[in-house]
Nanobody, 119 residues
Framework: QVQLVESGGGLVQPGGSLRLSCEASGRFNRIHEMGWYAQAPDQQRELVADITSGGGTYVRESVQGRFTISRDSAKNTVSLQMNTLKPEDTAVYYC?????????????WGQGTRVTVSS
């Protein structure tokens, strides 16, 4: 089993920056993919960005040029640098990790960290 610990959410003014981090620990053979999802009030959880074990990245179009995802494979962490934040970025952000354990690909979620962009 893998546990995820998220940090970095909070309240920020429009135009500000935040950095979310997520650390994975526990039992696994190899991490396949790490990413961040956002769930705004009364909306479904949606993918914001993810990064594969090979370093390939996806960033949702609405945040391209403002958000950057990175990964430290040695520390099993994934970070989301969020710049030029807008009120519409307000959401609970969830870390998502897909990992291999004994031949099975397993998905797990963090507890969520709230990001509020408001003046």
């Amino acid at each position: 089993q893998v546990q995820l610990v998220e940090s970095g959410g909070g309240l920020v003014q429009p135009g500000g920056s935040l950095r979310l981090s997520c650390e994975a620990s526990g039992r696994f053979n190899r991490i396949h993919e790490m990413g961040w999802y956002a769930q705004a009030p009364d909306q479904q959880r949606e993918l914001v960005a993810d990064i594969t074990s090979g370093g390939g990245t996806y960033v949702r179009e609405s945040v391209q040029g403002r958000f950057t995802i990175s990964r430290d494979s040695a520390k099993n962490t994934v970070s989301l640098q969020m710049n030029t934040l807008k009120p519409e970025d307000t959401a609970v952000y969830y870390c998502n990790v897909k990992y291999w354990l004994e031949g099975s690909l397993i998905e797990t979620w963090g507890q969520g960290t709230r990001v509020t962009v408001s003046s």
